[in-house]
């Protein structure tokens, strides 16, 4: 063998051991986010506000990701693309997708800064979502604010049922409801035992895992979120 092919056999018998260890280069994808910590109360509107809407980014899981509340009868026709959304999702860097119910994107908003998320519609255009929590974090509601008494009523009707917020543990972070004599059939079938806050909401949860979501409003009253079907208000005894 002549020095040549020496020289050959000898780096190829160094050089094939490292190739076969070199590193992995592929850069890792961008982490998704858990739905916990996307889920909040929202502000969707228009890039000039003229046209806004209240929208719950629920953890609930739904068929095709996760659960939305928002009046469809006040919203959709300010907001065309929500004819089209079944549910939402996480996305990769913290975005928010608005999906089909094939799961589809029909809206992906990208995270800015100050709980405000931006989505450009193509042949739309720009709509921002806002994290209400973050936007005015000083007047999210504490647990002094829900606790004691209320009276749950229709719009611009009187009580039909009233009930004590207790501060009674329940376990996980909840705690006891107690019912008045006299509430309405349709509450006493829901039958609310334990209620909580979820980012400044109050939440009354019924014994087969039901929920009814009141939020505060900017002018001070509580109501049931989503509004429709069936509207209710939360307000103190006089």
């Known amino acids: 063998m002549n020095r040549l092919a020496c020289l050959l056999a000898f780096a190829f018998t160094f050089a094939v051991p490292v190739m076969a260890q070199a590193p992995d280069t592929e850069p890792a994808r961008p982490a998704i986010p858990d739905a916990k910590q996307l889920a909040a109360n929202y502000q ?5 506000g003229d046209r806004k809407c209240p929208i719950t980014l629920e953890a609930k899981a739904v068929a095709a990701g996760y659960a939305l509340a928002f009046d469809r009868s006040e919203c ?3 907001f065309r693309f929500l004819n089209d959304t079944a549910a939402w999702l996480p996305g ?32 739309d255009g720009v709509y921002f979502l806002t994290n209400l929590q973050f936007v005015q974090p000083n007047d999210v509601p504490t647990f002094s ?40 059939p349709t509450l006493a079938r829901f039958g609310p035992v334990k209620w909580y806050l979820d980012r400044g ?34 307000s103190r005894p006089n």
């Open 145 to 184: 604010d829900a606790a004691g008494e209320w009276n749950i009523s229709r719009p611009n009707g009187p009580a039909i049922c009233a009930l004590a917020l207790t501060d009674q543990a329940a376990g996980d972070d909840m705690f006891k409801v107690v019912v008045k004599p006299g509430c309405d």
């Open 44 to 48: 969707l509107q228009s890039a000039l």
């Open 201 to 234: 909401d109050i939440i009354l949860l019924s014994a087969k895992d039901e929920r009814i979501r009141f939020g505060r409003q900017p002018e001070g009253n509580w109501t049931k979120i989503p509004e429709q079907p069936r509207p209710l208000s939360l």
């Open 92 to 123: 990769i860097a913290g975005s928010i997708r608005f999906v089909n119910a094939a799961k589809r994107t029909v809206s992906e908003f990208t995270e800015g800064v100050g709980g405000q998320y931006e989505a450009l519609l193509e042949g």
């Open 76 to 78: 959709t026709p300010l």
